[in-house]
């Protein structure tokens, strides 16, 4: 199916333990992007990349780490889960050119217990 | 550093109302855009523009540019109009448009 999706949708789990959050795209997209949604804050940028294998920090970086090995994949993993990294976590792509639109998947809220 | 204001923050209308929200940022932009985010649900981008103004359907984008404002309209309001409406300002990385600067969202309920 052609877009943007993420996986898991909800996922639960225990402070310290390490969680993959996944992002794949179909249009070849070149940028890519992992935000967090929190009441208060609004999106917030955890990590953006630019091509494949380039990466880079966002606004609020700290406790995650992100790899791009193929242009469709963008997954965003949790080293250390602790509950202030609890939120819904939005995955999106753009295509870079100047005036597109950027697509969004659907969202995984993460519990962190 | 960019930041993007909308208002209002919360807004309850009737059904068939006009409505507006408002959005300024502080940095010149490469593009800004307006998205939909129902309860629980997906964000959908609505708009992008960088110049002028733009309709689909009951929705009308505008844009002026000088004064750094957007505002988002919607005619004749629907009770599944409600939802949050985001305005996000596209960061320009050397002709390339990047990173969205997000406003923190403007909450619509319209009530039947």
């Known amino acids: 199916d052609a877009g943007i999706t993420q996986s898991p949708r909800y996922k639960i789990t225990e402070t310290g333990r390490q969680v993959t959050l996944m992002c794949h795209q179909t249009w070849s997209h070149s940028y890519m992007f992992w935000y967090r949604q929190d009441l208060g804050h609004g999106l917030r940028l955890i990590y953006y990349?630019?091509?494949?294998?380039?990466?880079d920090k966002g606004e609020v970086p700290d406790g995650y780490v992100v790899s791009r090995s193929k242009t469709e994949n963008f997954p965003l993993t949790l080293e250390s889960a602790t509950r202030s990294q609890t939120s819904v976590y939005f995955c999106a792509s753009t295509s870079g050119h100047m005036n597109t639109e950027a697509f969004f998947g659907q969202g995984t809220r993460l519990t962190v217990v | 550093k960019n930041e993007v204001e909308q208002s209002p923050q919360n807004l309850t209308a009737q059904e068939g109302e006009f409505i507006t929200i408002n959005c300024s940022y502080s940095?010149?932009?490469?593009?800004l855009h307006w998205l939909q985010q129902h309860p629980g649900g997906g964000i959908v981008s609505l708009f992008m523009?960088?110049?002028g103004k733009k309709k689909h359907g009951r929705l009308i984008a505008t844009i002026n540019i000088q004064e750094k404002h957007s505002s988002l309209h919607i005619t004749a309001s629907h009770p599944r109009d409600s939802a949050v409406y985001i305005c996000a300002d596209a960061m320009n990385y050397g002709g390339s448009q990047g990173n969205l600067i997000f406003g923190k969202g403007t909450k619509l309920s319209v009530k039947p």
């Open positions: 990349s630019a091509a494949a294998d380039i990466t």
């Open positions: 940095v010149g932009i490469s593009a």
């Open positions: 523009l960088s110049s």
